[in-house]
């Protein structure tokens, strides 16, 4: 039985579009049922109908600094659709405390950098202005403390000399395409488990692969 699946977008909708496509082959342990928005002139909301999602949208600007109230309407919607996982796709709304442990281990974000370095905005241009040589995406649990959580997965790319934030952002968006499905695969399929506040994963990902940021000569 595939786990059911609700995105939470705020606009374009880029990680949504991956994991719609990963979703449609018929081995993926997932099915993505519904895909809400706070904003109703998200761009994402257009691509999900196109896939033939459903899409709701709950405008977030009424209900002002009353999380709350917008979590309560947020979570009547989920259980219509009867969704089992949550997964975040440039969601930019802040989530109460009460709502992430409620969702706690069944909800998951992406953030474009190598958590836990370079958390809140502009990831890529911390990155660039502590001079690391590697970079990447993090795709980790939800709890209430920003860009925190376990971490299910993480991709990595070479940090360039002559990168700015934009072309490292570009870089890393192709990351975070590849493992944002890979770790609702994981998720979905049972072979992502909890342990205090590590995630452990099942299987071989990645193993032995070794990125050396600049190249050896």
């Known amino acids: 039985m595939k786990r059911r699946v609700a995105i939470l977008i705020s606009g374009r909708g880029s990680n949504m579009a991956a994991l719609i496509e990963a979703a449609g082959a018929s081995d993926f342990p997932a ?13 994402g ?30 979570q009547t919607t989920l259980d ?13 709304r802040l989530l ?11 909800m998951l974000n992406i953030h474009p950098s190598l958590l836990p370095s370079f958390p809140g905005l502009d990831p890529q241009g ?3 202005r502590a001079g690391v040589k590697i970079s990447g995406a993090t795709v980790h649990f939800v709890i209430p403390e920003t860009d925190a959580g ?6 990595a790319v070479a940090v360039a000399d002559d990168d700015t934030a934009e072309t490292l952002a570009d870089r890393i968006l192709g990351v975070e395409h590849r493992i944002y499905p890979d770790a609702l695969r ?13 995630c452990k994963t099942e299987g071989n990902i990645g193993v032995g692969a070794v990125l050396i940021s600049p190249a050896a000569t």
């Open 186 to 198: 994981l998720l979905a399929a049972g072979q992502a488990r909890l342990e205090g506040e590590i």
């Open 31 to 43: 099915e993505i049922v519904v895909v809400i928005s706070n904003r109703a002139d998200a761009g």
């Open 96 to 106: 109460t405390a009460e709502f992430v442990q409620h969702w706690y281990g069944r």
């Open 126 to 128: 911390q990155a660039l």
């Open 150 to 155: 376990p971490i299910v997965m993480q991709g």
């Open 45 to 74: 909301l257009e691509r999900a109908r196109a896939s033939g999602i459903a899409t709701v949208t709950i405008e977030s600007k009424p209900f002002g600094k009353d999380r709350a109230a917008f979590e309560a309407v947020l």
């Open 80 to 92: 219509q659709h009867r969704v089992e996982l949550i997964c975040l796709g440039g969601f930019m």
